[in-house]
């Protein structure tokens, strides 16, 4: 068990650490406001809660193999986020199941799934965020970077080109 307390211009800090087995607490508290962090590691898995006078983080880390999967959620707000790694490929999925702020605005259901492909000098990355698409190439060869973005129609090409000390781009 370690404790410390500190003071600073008539503020104080109070710090608590216990570690218990694979379980670490920790209290940070400073004149009222108080927060509380507890990590648990179990195996490859990660949990860690955070909490700072009545909002609530939860948090978990899960590996298994390559995939990662992680979940924070903040007194209602739920954020669930998952990478898997498979070779050069990454696959990161966003969801977020209820977004409210003072009452008047709400997203339900609204998933960003986002892929991220690696061959060679190429990187290839595209975003779909429910109907809306992003899809995107930077390919870099020698002192040339032409990138690519496509949005739903829309499409936008950008290449630079480095030369010395010059640069031209096109759009």
């Given at each position: 068990m370690l404790r410390g307390t500190f003071h600073f211009l008539c503020c104080a800090i109070y710090s608590t650490f216990r570690i218990?087995?694979?379980?670490?607490h920790s209290t940070?508290?400073?004149?009222g406001?108080?927060?509380h962090s507890?990590?648990?590691i179990t195996g490859y898995e990660v949990h860690s809660t955070f909490r700072i006078t009545g909002y609530e983080v939860h948090s978990t880390f899960r590996i298994t193999?390559?995939?990662v999967h992680s979940t924070f959620r903040i007194t209602g707000y739920e954020v669930l986020s998952m990478f898997r790694i498979t070779g050069y490929e990454v696959h990161s999925t966003y969801r977020i199941t209820c977004y409210e702020v003072?009452?008047?605005?709400c997203v339900t259901g609204y998933a960003v799934h986002s892929t991220?492909?690696?061959t060679g000098y190429e990187v290839h990355s595209t975003f779909r965020i429910t109907g809306y698409e992003v899809h995107s190439t930077f390919r870099i060869t020698g002192y040339e970077e032409q990138s690519t973005f496509r949005i739903t129609g829309y499409e936008v090409y950008s290449t630079f080109h480095i030369t010395g000390y010059e640069v031209h781009s096109t759009f």
């Open positions: 218990t087995g694979y379980e670490v940070f508290r400073i004149t406001y108080e927060e507890t990590f648990r193999g390559y995939e003072h009452n008047m605005f991220v492909r690696i």
